[in-house]
């Protein structure tokens, strides 16, 4: 719901070696993901062809999206990330985000605290992982959010 907020916290881990990196199918799978989970949720307003047509916008906000994740030296490019709809199923701008996984070796907390929801909709919180040599795991994604108050 508008005006809410919420928490988002995984572990992540892997071990060390260069990572070699590949995002030729994220875009494809998280556009197929996304649309059928959606359409599924939507009550029959719509369908995933819908959201996965040229014209739906879908699937140039997530090409945008992905388009801002990059990498530092030899880490995988493996994250947590959110992303908001609308209820018209269209990207909010300004309210989706990712964190990238750690040094390796050790298994790290990754957390976002205090996210806002400024339009009503749905927030899809998914972990990734684009290396093709490398394991990273991921361990007790939590979501939690807080519901805002009407009585001020």
């Known amino acids: ?11 992540a881990g892997w071990e060390s070696g260069e990572a070699t990196n ?3 199918n994220v875009l494809n799978d998280l556009l197929n993901i996304l649309s059928t989970s959606v359409a599924g949720q939507s009550g029959g307003k719509v369908a995933a ?9 879908l699937s140039s ?7 801002t994740q990059t990498t530092s ?11 908001l709809l609308d209820e018209q199923f269209k ?8 964190i990238q996984v750690g040094a390796s070796g050790s298994a790290v907390p990754l957390t976002q605290t205090g996210l806002m929801v400024p339009k009503s909709g749905y927030l899809y919180i ?10 990273v795991f991921f361990d007790n994604l939590q979501s939690l959010s807080r519901e805002r108050s009407d009585s001020g």
């Open 73 to 83: 030296g030899s880490k995988p490019k493996a994250y947590l990330n959110w992303i």
């Open 61 to 67: 906000a997530l090409t945008s999206f992905l388009g």
């Open 22 to 24: 590949s995002s030729t």
């Open 126 to 135: 998914y972990t990734s992982n684009e290396a093709t040599n490398i394991d």
């Open 49 to 57: 062809g819908d959201l996965q047509a040229g014209g739906s916008g």
């Open 91 to 98: 990207v909010v701008s300004g309210s989706n985000g990712f």
């Open 1 to 11: 719901m508008a005006g809410d907020s919420y928490n988002v916290r995984v572990t």
